[in-house]
């Protein structure tokens, strides 16, 4: 049988490569290596499963490579596409494919049977999607409200009923459980959005740019996903004006703010749903069958049976194909979205955005496209660009949809690295197969994190392990994508799963060294505008990970050693997946990195 080779990750052999433009010209290479006759056909597949197969022709320069150039791509979507060879060989005619390794590590390989062959996949998308201006180069910081911090007189102003508030700040987050589980009451802190405003020149020396933060929204809930009223800011919390206030102080600061965007669900105390009636005794689509928000919900035996989001009873689920509910949440003039956009947030972030449909999605984007500068980014756990939800195929990142996701991927990769739970070359793999699949505007846009209210701390995840943490900041800041902290990740906050990580930010105990390490590689990311807006080349080692960004004008390379020995870095132990510029080796080759360690160099472009 014929030798053959092709790598979609070396240009050699496909052209351009990652994602590409909806028709546009897609080279594709492949070596088929005998002396005896082929034929080679390139098998196109799209999202329908229809299939075409084009004929390839041999080259008349490379012996042994046969090529063609398509532009048969003229739909968004995720393409699939493998070989098929036809040997002729002693009165006999062989047949086999080509397609992908799985997991896919770049290069193919030989398949018997068409119906075994695992297929490459191209990402065709729209068009560029930049996003605003001021995204791309901002560094966030993640505050669930409660948490963070109380204004200067610490009085709980605008208390609710049935509800427990620690005693110190200091104590650990704990939920109060019926027998059942359910949750009897919910404790708080009592942070404010005055206590935000007030911590801003705090935010600003540690070099932050903007924040995200969890929902602000009058809900029941410490968390306040389950949304009460969304046109109130929960008193808890404070005013309106209190937001109006820590807009403009952020705002004066050069900073930006992006809020959560819960529009799933409801909570079933909610001014739309009405459990308990504390809205009103005739009031909401439980207590009323002629209220305005009855097709928002999904009864199946009213009132008492009702879809709930993941089977939490008190998350009733909303119908968002429900044109009314469309209206209320972005087409209506005074609608959630465009209140909160015009008061003056510069983005929203998606919650579970596999629940909402794409046409739900789409339709805030083109309402946030009508202000100048606004930001949309979607909570996706998983590869954005291959998510199925619901036997869906979703088109998050394919154009006129999200700016950006939460990049969980990265976070894990980082994590799993540093605690060696993966090599060097494996998380080099899972890296290169994400940039492949992503535009290069998402690929940038990427909202990257290595932990949120929904994880572990990254540093009780790393054992408690500081260093390991300051490695996994750094990563975090040279990766592409928009770097997001957790609050108090800079503090050496640790803590479990929910609610654990939700603890309060320790004001009376920072740790200096440690808070400086993160305001080092803050001033890094923003001095070095090619880890915002560059390329990226990665290498592998065996112990280490190279991550190269680069523009016109600079270079940066930052090589981290996840293992316990030294790493000696030569030409031999270095590899790439595909040639790289003449004179990028030298910059490095001879390094030496101590164990769990990194370098990081930046150059001028000559």
């Known amino acids: 049988m014929a030798n053959l080779y092709f790598n979609p990750w070396d240009e050699e052999y496909k052209v351009p490569f990652g994602a590409n433009k909806i028709n546009s010209k897609n080279k594709f290479n492949i ?32 012996k042994y490579l ?45 398949y018997p049977h068409k119906n075994e062959t695992s297929p490459f996949t191209l990402t065709i998308f729209d068009g560029e999607d930049k996003g605003p201006d001021w995204y791309r180069s901002a560094v966030f910081y993640q505050i669930f409200p409660d948490s963070f911090a109380k204004s200067d007189d610490e009085k709980i102003e605008n208390p609710i009923d049935n509800v427990l508030f620690y005693g110190k700040t200091t104590d650990r987050p704990f939920y109060v459980k019926e027998p059942s589980g359910d949750i009897a009451r919910w404790t708080y802190y009592g942070g404010t959005l005055r206590g935000i405003r007030e911590k801003i020149p705090y935010l600003k020396d540690l070099g932050i740019t903007a924040l995200y933060l969890n929902p602000i929204f009058r809900a029941s809930s410490v968390h306040r996903y389950d949304t009460a009223d969304y046109m109130e800011i929960d008193p808890l919390l404070g005013t309106e004006k209190d937001f109006a206030d820590l807009i403009k102080e952020l705002h004066k600061n ?99 955005a596999d629940e909402l ?21 979607g909570e996706v756990w998983e590869d954005a660009s ?24 990265f976070r894990s990769l980082i994590l799993d690295f540093l605690n060696e739970d993966i090599s060097a070359q494996t998380a080099y793999y899972q890296l290169t197969s994400l940039q492949e699949n992503y535009p290069i505007d998402i690929f940038l846009n990427n909202f990257n994190n290595i932990g949120t209210h929904d994880t572990a701390r990254a540093l009780t995840i790393l054992g408690e392990d500081t260093n390991k943490l300051y490695l996994a900041l750094q990563m975090l800041m040279t990766l592409p994508g928009v770097p997001c902290i957790y609050y108090g990740d ?8 929910d609610p654990d990580n939700r603890s309060f930010f320790p004001w009376k105990s920072i740790n200096d060294k440690v808070h400086d390490d993160f305001k080092k590689w803050i001033k890094i990311r923003k001095a070095n505008k090619e880890l915002s807006n560059g390329l990226l080349l990665s290498f592998y080692t065996n112990k280490s990970l190279g991550i190269i960004r680069y523009n016109n004008e600079k270079i940066s390379i930052h090589i981290i050693n996840a293992s316990n020995s030294i790493d000696i870095l030569n030409d031999q132990s270095i590899h790439f ?23 990081f160099l930046s150059k001028n472009v000559i």
């Open 66 to 110: 046969h090529t063609i150039e398509l532009s048969d791509f003229d739909k968004i979507g995720i393409y699939s596409y493998f070989f098929q060879i036809r040997e002729h060989k002693n009165d006999c005619t062989y047949l086999f494919f080509y397609g992908a390794k799985r997991p896919h590590t770049g290069e193919g390989q030989c």
């Open 490 to 497: 800079e503090a050496l906050t640790s803590g479990g799963p």
């Open 254 to 352: 050069n900073m930006q703010i992006v809020l959560d965007g819960v529009f799933s669900h409801v909570g079933r105390n909610s001014t739309y749903f009405n459990y308990d009636g504390r809205f009103g005794e005739n009031a909401g689509a439980y207590r009323d069958p002629n209220s305005p928000h009855i097709d928002w919900f999904k009864f199946k035996e009213y009132p008492h049976d009702y879809e709930s989001w993941w089977g939490i009873m008190d998350l009733p689920e909303i119908d968002k194909h429900n044109p009314v509910f469309q209206n209320y949440i972005y087409q209506a003039e005074d609608s959630v979205v465009n209140k909160w956009t015009k008061f003056g947030v510069d983005g929203w972030r998606l919650d579970v």
């Open 31 to 62: 070596i088929v290596e005998t002396d005896s006759p082929v034929d080679v056909d390139f098998v196109l597949r799209s999202e329908d499963g229809f299939e075409k197969y084009f004929p390839m022709n041999p080259s008349n320069k490379t």
């Open 357 to 377: 449909p794409d046409s739900f999605i789409a339709g805030i984007r083109k309402t946030l496209d009508n202000y100048n500068d606004k930001v949309l980014i």
């Open 386 to 409: 291959r998510k199925i939800a619901y036997e869906e195929k979703r088109k998050y990142i394919l154009g006129n949809s999200m700016h950006s996701v939460m990049n969980y991927p």
């Open 577 to 599: 997946s595909k040639p790289i510029p003449d004179g990028i080796l030298s910059l490095f080759s001879g390094e030496k990195i101590e164990p769990q360690s990194s370098i």
